[in-house]
């Protein structure tokens, strides 16, 4: 049923993403220029549910376009899993005269998002931001490339004293389940293997050795072995002691949190300011809740539904491309 938009909210939730600070300011800016009332909720459905909302003007959002992370913070907020949580969150909203929310980030805020919509009628509006880029329905998250790019960059001088030292260097980039920055690092890296959190039971590792010393006795100086950190801590650390038991004397360099910081790029801009558009004006259109999703190479409405779930299929062109380019 389509509700009258005359305010709106917009908070970010889970892990922050580089073009966070882009969608917020689209939002805003949009929402005001339509004649909404506009709110930022500090510190996500956190914040929300401790009242931690204030009014946003132009200048809230003024200068924020190039910096990575989120002026309105974030957080994870385990709570929201209760219904009686998401009823109180509820009335908060109601009291604050709040009567749409925008929620940026992942497969579990999505979630939350949804289940507040269904339980209390509230419109609400996904903007798809997180660096795993492994939300349904979309073909793209905001904070990917920035993130893809960030890790690419720090591979590119490991393989410069890798190379120095003759040596072998195992580099964990982020993904607990999603194989995608880990895909995309490894081809566009050069990586010799490619291990996905998937493949944990399955590491093969004689294929591990028998590429390296191919490349060994064609005269390669260095050999990068890309690793998904996966849902158990030390992935990275058991690959490296199972490869010593083949000789093969390997480094370990965790990349960590270094990916969700940084200037995003100019397509996570791009598509976080389009996607922040598109938000408020379907949203003041129709009245009813969706997901911002890009697909086909465009922003668009997508059933929210759609996009409650993760995605974390394996794109086997990308390892077939990663091993053939690796010889």
Known sequence: MKKEIKSVAVLCSGGDSPGMNCAIRSVVRTAIG???DVYGIQRGF???LEGNIRPMDASSVGNILQHGGTILQTSRCPEFLSADIRKEAAHILARKKVDSLIVIGGNGSFNGAWALHKEHGIPVV??????DNDISGTDYSIGFETAVQ????????IRDTAHSHDRTFIVEV???????????VGLCTGA????????????NYDQIVQDI?????????????????????????RVQENLSKYDIDARVCILGHIQRGGNPSVRDRLIASKMGYIAVKELMKNGTSFVTGYRNGKVTAVNFEECLDKNDNVPDEYLDIAKSLSI
Request: glycine letters at 14%; aromatic letters at 2%.
């Open 46 to 48: 956190q914040g929300l």
């Open 213 to 237: 010393k191919r490349g060994l006795k064609r005269g390669k100086l260095s050999s990068i072995i890309i690793v998904a950190e996966g849902e158990e801590p030390g992935l990275s650390y």
């Open 192 to 203: 010799e293997n490619i291990i996905l959190p998937t493949q944990n039971e399955e590491i």
């Open 150 to 157: 960030t890790a690419v960059d720090a591979v590119d001088k």
């Open 34 to 36: 339509a004649g909404l």
């Open 126 to 131: 996904g903007i798809p931001g997180t660096i």
């Open 174 to 184: 982020m993904g607990r389940k999603s194989p995608a920055i880990a895909l995309n």
